[in-house]
């Protein structure tokens, strides 16, 4: 026979027998109607357990979410309202990695970090006049594909006006094709390679200097921080510095295309030399880095504002230093580069300058 039970109806307050294990929800009241439920502790545990193991899962999908959120977090902060401030400061900063290539590089994303870092803390960029291209990015607007890197370089310079300072600065590979403009004393263009180059193509010397060299205004400066292979001229500017023999060389191009700007300055600070390569590193700190990107925003964190001419004695003198120590990163970069960091930063101008009393400031 099996064991009763009462329970009270909490609307009529009459008390109702109930019989067996009833697993419903409960039972109606004879008197009112009331639907009583039914205390059942098997069924609450059971509940109490799904409840509890619900949470468990909700926890751990949120905590995924914000570990996401914080390793993928976008570096673009969007202006905030319809017309922003127009600021004289703005930069374009791109890093690529090629995750889906087969030639991968380890040291952009830091390298795009330690820039923006530095243009914010030392030179006082707003955030949001920064625009950061990297795989990284969920805003497809700011994937860094050909496409994307090339409207951006065109909102970077777009109304560009006296006291303006632009940068940009790439971070990715670099390579040189033939060039048959006869723009180049060389004979080879050199290029920058965007995440899908080997569909769209690269983008050469020539297309840089169309889109951000040619529309300077006067009073504007342009710096391009370019860490790649081949880098060594890669605006197209007509004036190189070579640090070694102290001395400005004329670059122009043999057609004698026009190559200049429209009265504003563009400086470009390159990894190497054309017939060079660039490398990524750990030597400095134990993290991959571009060796030149490193190197630069140290100096400039300890020495705001050095001349030219002391910012590449020091970049010279550092390689010296690291190459005595033999710490470039991988058995084959050691093998195809003679256990040296055996690349040559250079720097180049639309204009020349004495190095050694013009100061950097981006």
């Known amino acids: 026979m099996e064991a009763g039970r009462n329970t009270t ?62 390793v993928a977090a976008s570096l673009n902060h969007e202006p905030s309202g319809p ?15 090629y995750n889906k290539l087969k030639y991968k590089l380890k040291g952009t994303i830091n390298d795009v970090k330690n820039m923006r870092e ?32 090339e409207d951006s370089l065109r909102w970077l310079v777009t109304d560009c006006r006296s006291g303006d300072s632009l940068v940009f600065f790439y971070s990715g590979h670099g390579l040189r094709q033939p060039d048959f403009n006869n723009d180049e004393e060389d004979g080879f263009d050199e ?9 769209a193509g690269m983008i050469l010397d020539n297309d840089l200097n169309s889109l951000i060299v040619r529309p300077l205004k006067p009073g504007v400066t342009l710096h391009a921080i370019v860490d790649a292979c081949h880098s060594g001229t890669i605006l197209d500017l007509p ?16 057609s004698g295309a026009n190559k200049r700007t429209d009265g504003g300055l563009a400086i470009s600070i390159s990894a190497c030399l ?27 964190k300890k020495l705001p504002g050095p001349t030219y001419g002391d910012l590449f004695d020091l970049i010279h003198e550092t390689f010296d230093n690291v190459n005595q120590g033999c710490l470039v990163n ?7 580069f003679d256990y040296r960091l055996s690349q040559t930063p250079l720097l ?12 950097l400031f981006l």
């Open 330 to 336: 991988t058995r084959i970069l050691r093998r195809l």
């Open 191 to 199: 290029t920058i390679c965007p995440v899908d180059f080997p569909k």
């Open 274 to 300: 054309d017939n060079q390569a660039a490398v990524d590193t750990s030597a400095f700190n134990g993290k991959m880095n571009g060796a030149l990107t490193y190197l630069l925003a140290e100096v400039l």
């Open 348 to 359: 180049s101008s639309s204009h020349e300058f004495d190095v050694y009393k013009k100061h």
């Open 9 to 70: 109806c909490h609307r009529c307050n009459k008390r109702s027998l109930v019989k067996g294990r009833n697993k419903s929800l409960g039972i109606d009241c004879p008197s009112c109607r009331n639907l009583i439920p039914i205390p059942n502790e098997e069924l609450q545990t059971s509940q109490l357990q799904g409840f509890r193991s619900r949470m468990r899962s909700l926890g751990s999908h949120l905590k995924s979410k914000i570990h996401q959120g914080a």
């Open 239 to 254: 004036n190189v510095y070579f640090s070694l023999e102290n001395k400005w060389k004329d670059n122009g191009p043999p």
């Open 83 to 97: 017309n922003p401030t127009r600021s004289s400061k703005r930069a374009v900063l791109c890093g690529i990695t």
């Open 118 to 149: 530095l243009l914010i803390t030392r030179f006082g960029y707003p955030r949001e006049c920064i625009r950061v291209l990297t795989e990284e990015e969920t805003d497809q607007r700011y994937i860094p594909t050909r496409q994307n890197i």
